[in-house]
């Protein structure tokens, strides 16, 4: 007979989660994070109320990440919770996406990370590709994507969002507890529209994966935190990192271009980073830009 996994919990009156007071409270083995009925949980919109053993099946600590099976009975809990008798139900576009779309972010990004990124220079070949800290907020999943040279945050679409019109590139600055950030719509054919915000690009500060992803599950508490809030936006520092790109994707157009007129067959241009992490651009070209070869070359 198959074991449900939600219903055991380490320390947890011998793992039977059906004899969970609806006033525990839990505290999360490997960060400390304690989740308390009566506050609820910001980060994953529950609401306060909400007993730990209601929790909807997506729910991860909203601090490391780490699975609800990782938190351990803290205490019995304020005797004054109202009652709540779940929290509300998660649309099945979000619970689809929450469950196969980390999936299909990795696998895309380890196919372009064995392909068009081999060799390439700015690559960090210590580190891996990895999706991680995937939640709901304000209605649409985001999350984190590692690779051997970006890590991002990435915004899915809601239920109601219609992304097909979307240019690769198109900018929008969108706000969050922490401050506005500027998201560039791209896409891609397995994992269709979606909009991201560079984070770190290159990837050489870190050292091995392990560090890397630390950082990676730090980055949503942080963003989702209002206390990290500043004057303004931080629209500045994301727009110089934003030029800088567009200016290396200019400098390898040009350089495309160049080869291609050139009286001898040329050397493959470096791809830029936005590129080959936006995917194809609106007008067909392609994120790997190679030189032209003139015609009769080998």
């Known amino acids: 007979m198959a074991t449900d996994l939600h219903a055991f919990f380490e320390g947890s009156y011998l793992g039977d989660r059906a004899r969970l007071a609806p006033t525990a409270r839990l505290e ?3 960060c400390w994070h304690v989740y308390d009925p009566a506050e609820g949980c910001e980060t994953w919109q529950v609401p306060a109320g909400t007993p730990f053993n209601a929790l909807p099946d997506h729910w991860r600590c909203p601090v490391c990440d780490g699975a609800r099976e990782q ?3 803290l205490d019995g809990g304020a005797p004054d919770l109202p009652a709540v008798a779940r929290a ?6 979000l619970e689809a996406q929450l469950k196969d779309m980390p999936g299909v972010f990795e696998a895309t990004f380890r ?5 068009k ?3 390439v220079p700015f690559v960090n070949e210590t580190l891996g590709v990895k999706a991680l800290g995937f939640r709901i907020h304000e209605g649409r999943v985001l999350g984190v994507l590692v690779t051997p040279w970006f890590m991002n945050l990435v915004l899915l679409p809601g239920a109601d ?3 097909s019109g979307l240019r690769t590139g198109d900018k929008e600055l969108i706000d969050f507890p922490s401050g506005a950030y500027e998201f560039l719509a791209a896409t891609r054919p397995e994992t269709g529209p979606y909009k991201a915000c560079s984070l770190f690009s290159p990837m050489f500060d870190f050292s091995s994966m392990l560090q890397a992803v630390e950082t990676a599950e730090a980055v949503l508490p942080a963003l989702l935190d209002p206390a990290n809030r500043e004057d303004g936006t931080r629209s500045a520092e994301i727009r110089r990192r934003a030029e800088a790109e567009a200016a290396a994707l200019a400098a390898a157009e040009e350089a495309a271009a160049a080869a291609a007129t050139a009286p001898h067959p040329a050397a493959p241009v470096e791809m830029s980073r936005r590129a080959v992490f936006l ?5 067909g070209a392609q994120g790997n830009v190679l030189a032209a070869q003139p015609d009769g070359a080998a």
Not at 88 to 93: F, L, T
Not at 279 to 283: E, F, M, V
């Open 117 to 119: 990124m081999k060799g």
């Open 28 to 30: 999360c083995k490997i």
């Open 71 to 73: 938190f351990m009975v």
């Open 111 to 115: 196919e372009i990370h064995s392909g």
């Open 279 to 283: 995917g194809p651009r609106a007008d």
């Open 88 to 93: 509300a139900p998660v649309d099945p576009h």
């Open 161 to 163: 969002d219609d992304w």
